[in-house]
């Protein structure tokens, strides 16, 4: 049986959320709405099991970082 514990992706949170989802509601609405949609666009039912993203949704999680790392 996998562990299925996953946490927020935002740095330094760490509050365990669903595995399928990104973050926690407070970090997840902090992103643009754009980057939101992005990130639901490019998800792949079941990518958290297999643990294997498409390229495309890679591409938006580094610019999601990007993102959150030009924030104050």
């Not at 049986?1 to 926690?24: E, I, Q």
Request: with cysteine; aromatic share 12%.
């Amino acid at each position: 049986m996998s562990d299925s514990r996953h946490t927020c992706h935002w740095p330094g949170c760490g509050k365990a959320v669903p595995p399928a989802m990104w973050g926690c509601s407070a970090h997840w609405f902090k992103l643009p709405k754009a980057l939101r949609d992005r990130v639901w666009a490019t998800y792949r039912p079941g990518q958290e099991i297999t643990k294997t993203p498409s390229a495309a949704y890679l591409d938006v999680a580094r610019d999601v970082q990007a993102w959150i790392k030009d924030q104050p």
